[in-house]
C-alpha cells in the first residue's frame, strides 16, 4: 500500500529537493505541497495522509507549535536548517530529523522509520518497514531485511549479500547497523553484520552462512552470543 504524504515548506529549492527525492521512491504518493501550516489545515482535515514532511521555520506559526496543535497528526518528518530543536521535536513522537541539506541517502534512512500501515484497533502501533530501497547506478533496488545474508565492509563501500544476489553501496556497515532491526541482526567483525536467522553454525569464531564462513571478532563476541541466547 502506497503511503500518502504532504510538503509544508515555505522555501522553493527545499521543496523541489523533497519532490525530487519523494517521486524517486515507488511507495509514497505526494498528495500536495504547502508553504505554511495554514494552507496545509484542510487538507489534513479531509484526506488521509500518511507522512508529513515538516519545515520548522515558518510564517505565522513554528512546526513545532503547528504539531502540537494536530490531535491525530500523521508520522512526521522534520526539515530544518536548525539542529537546536531536535531533543525537542523527538519529545514530539516525530519519525526523525533531518538536517538540510540532506543527501538521498539520509532521506531513505529516515523512511525506513516510517510504519508502513495504520495503527490498528487497539491504539498499539504496527511493527515497521521490513525492506528499504536503495539506489545503484540511478536504478532503485528493493532490499527485503529477511532475503539479506550478511553485509560486508570494504573500505568506503557495504557489499549487501543477499539470497539472490548482492548489490555494493557507497555507505558505512554503521549505518546498516542502525537501520536493521536489532533483534534480527548482529554486528560480530568489525567488517560483518549477520542475519542471525541465516546462521547454519557457529564453530570457535566463525559463522558458516550459505557458504560462506564469517569471522567473530573478539569484541564483538560476548554480545553476539548474549543475543542468540535470548532469540527463542
Same mark, same amino acid.
Given at each position: ?78 526539515? $530544518? ?81 543477499? $539470497? ?69
Amino acid at each position: 500500500m502506497n503511503l500518502k504524504c504532504i510538503i509544508i515548506e515555505d522555501e522553493l529549492p527545499a521543496q523541489r529537493v523533497l519532490k525530487k527525492y519523494i517521486a524517486d521512491i515507488p511507495y509514497l504518493d505526494l498528495v500536495n505541497t504547502f508553504k505554511s501550516p495554514v494552507e496545509a489545515m484542510e487538507t489534513l482535515q479531509s484526506k488521509s495522509v500518511d507522512v508529513l514532511f515538516l519545515d520548522i521555520n515558518l510564517p505565522k506559526i513554528s512546526g513545532l507549535n503547528f504539531l502540537r496543535s494536530l490531535r491525530n497528526p500523521p508520522q512526521v518528518i522534520i526539515t $530544518t536548517a536548525y539542529p537546536d530543536y531536535a531533543h525537542e521535536g523527538f519529545e514530539l513522537n516525530v519519525v526523525d530529523y533531518l538536517l538540510k541539506p540532506f543527501s538521498f541517502d539520509r532521506f531513505l534512512k529516515a523512511l525506513s522509520k516510517i510504519q508502513t500501515t495504520k495503527n490498528n484497533s487497539s491504539g498499539h502501533p504496527s511493527s515497521g518497514n521490513r525492506f528499504v530501497f536503495v539506489k545503484v547506478d540511478k536504478v532503485l533496488h528493493k532490499v527485503d531485511f529477511e532475503d539479506i545474508l550478511y553485509i560486508e565492509s570494504d573500505k568506503d563501500y557495504v557489499n549487501i549479500v543477499k $539470497t539472490d544476489g548482492s548489490l555494493m553501496l557507497l555507505q558505512t556497515l554503521k549505518y546498516w547497523q542502525d537501520l536493521l532491526p536489532d533483534r534480527d541482526f548482529a554486528r560480530v567483525h568489525k567488517s560483518f553484520i549477520v542475519n542471525i536467522s541465516k546462521i547454519k553454525k557457529i564453530a570457535g569464531n566463525q559463522i558458516e552462512i550459505a557458504d560462506r564462513f564469517i569471522p567473530v571478532g573478539r569484541a564483538f563476541k560476548q554480545d553476539f552470543l548474549e543475543k542468540i541466547k535470548t532469540i527463542s
